[in-house]
């Protein structure tokens, strides 16, 4: 019998980024307004929070940034591929075997059910292995799968979506899984490109 397996820690990496985004948005922005006579040594600070101030975001959609998400749950990303101005690639449960699923554990969980829960996870696993070894193919199999199943994704987005995505998705209304993937995405771009995310911020905790 195939060993049952929890879910390890969320992975999140920036595999891409535009290069020096931010000196790339500010020659799109300075485009607009035939400035560049203005411009000065690291002059895309000021100039970025400046456009952001007066709602000229457009000029964000010239950077973009690509990461990998790891050990996340199914339930989360059918959140994040909501955004429609993304491209994403994600594990397939059509072409990849669930026989020994890992998955995620909702963290309000309480720890008197916690056991209830990881025996739950084990009858599915059971009852998936049932339907694989009936002659089910995998992309029908896997109907009997819970959303606590963890995925991989990969998700590529302009900054000026990135920046919408992490004004909804890291407000403390937000699922407490996406919330904490979206936070962890804001510190690395923020980072990257202060210029460019630092006005945005994590209400509460993470």
Request: hydrophobic content about 40%.
């Amino acid at each position: 019998m195939a060993k049952q397996n929890k879910a390890k820690q969320l992975e999140v990496e920036l595999i891409a980024i535009t290069a020096d985004a931010e000196k790339v948005i500010e020659q799109a922005g300075r485009t607009c307004y035939l400035s560049f006579d203005k411009a000065y040594a690291d002059s895309q600070k000021d100039f970025i929070k400046r456009l952001i101030k007066v709602g000229h975001e457009s000029v964000l959609e010239h950077a973009y940034a690509t990461f990998r998400i790891k050990n996340c749950s199914r339930a989360m990303t059918h959140q994040l591929v909501r955004h429609r101005l993304m491209a994403i690639s994600q594990q397939s449960q059509r072409y990849v075997d669930e026989d020994s699923f890992c998955y995620v554990v909702p963290e309000s969980m309480p720890a008197e059910f916690a056991d209830d829960f990881h025996n739950d996870m084990k009858t599915i696993q059971q009852m998936y292995r049932k339907w694989r070894e009936r002659g089910l193919k995998k992309e029908d199999a896997r109907f009997v799968l819970p959303n606590a199943c963890t995925s991989e994704i990969v998700v590529s987005a302009n900054f000026r979506e990135w920046r919408h995505i992490f004004k909804l998705r890291t407000s403390p209304k937000a699922q407490w899984e996406i919330r904490k993937a979206c936070s962890v995405m804001l510190g690395i771009l923020t980072k990257s490109a202060p210029s460019c995310f630092e006005d945005i911020e994590v209400q509460g905790p993470n």
